[in-house]
């Protein structure tokens, strides 16, 4: 089975542009989840969709947002970019919401100059 | 104070040493699962525990719901064992159901 596939790998933006980053599960995978990571605060939770359902969603500003496919792809949006947007943002899916092993794709590297 | 706090930071050891990295968390937990991540590279996860133990290969991971506490065993480490490795939690209710990580702990294995 392919892994969990994360478009594009790098990406460079300027303050006040917007970002939109892609996640394709595994085949079967109904479960995505969205996290950020930097230096300064470790890896935080974003959101968490199932079934097209947003389930849980972590301390962030509105200006943070995603969804979810029928087909389970899933987009997160990020508008207004701040510098301290730059992170690395990862997804992972796992077959069910809740405790099932979770499959992480290598990630989105994004900079914002 | 952390609602998931990981000892040690971290940790440098031989070849063949036995390794243990701990997770105390403070909240209900659904489930605990044990991450690694390789310099530049993605997130593998190791184990997904609810209660007890797992064992894959040289790693062992222990969980004690009482105690609020997990434990990730390596046994006779490799450098290639080189990594952070990252503790997280899933909350027990729906609206608590988001993961919470640790900081992390750094592990080097010298030859």
């Known amino acids: 089975k392919a892994g969990v596939t994360q478009t594009p790998r790098y990406l460079i933006k300027t303050r006040g542009q917007q970002v939109t980053l892609s996640c394709s599960p595994i085949s079967g995978h109904r479960s995505v989840s969205w996290y950020q990571q930097t230096p300064g605060q470790g890896l935080q939770f974003l959101f968490e969709y199932f079934s097209e359902t947003q389930r849980n969603k972590g301390n962030f500003p509105g200006r943070f947002s995603g969804r979810q496919f029928s087909n389970s792809r899933s987009e997160m949006n990020v508008s207004t970019l701040e510098l301290g947007d730059s992170a690395l943002y990862l997804c992972a899916s796992s077959l069910w919401a809740t405790n099932s092993p979770l499959h992480f794709g290598n990630g989105t590297r994004l900079t914002v100059t | 104070k952390n609602e998931v706090e990981q000892s040690p930071q971290n940790l440098t050891a031989q070849e063949g040493e036995f390794i243990t990295i701990n997770c105390s968390y403070s909240?209900?937990?659904?489930?605990l699962h044990w991450l690694q991540q390789h310099p530049g590279g993605g997130i593998v996860s190791l184990f997904m525990?609810?209660?007890g133990k797992k064992k894959h290969g040289r790693l062992i991971a222990t969980i004690n719901i009482q105690e609020k506490h997990s434990s990730l065993h390596i046994t006779a480490s490799h450098p290639r064992d080189s990594a952070v490795y990252i503790c997280?939690?899933?909350?027990?209710?729906?609206?608590?159901?988001?993961?919470?990580f640790g900081q992390g702990t750094t592990l080097q294995v010298k030859p």
């Open positions: 909240v209900g937990i659904s489930a």
């Open positions: 997280a939690v899933r909350g027990v209710t729906s609206n608590t159901g988001k993961l919470i």
């Open positions: 525990l609810s209660s």
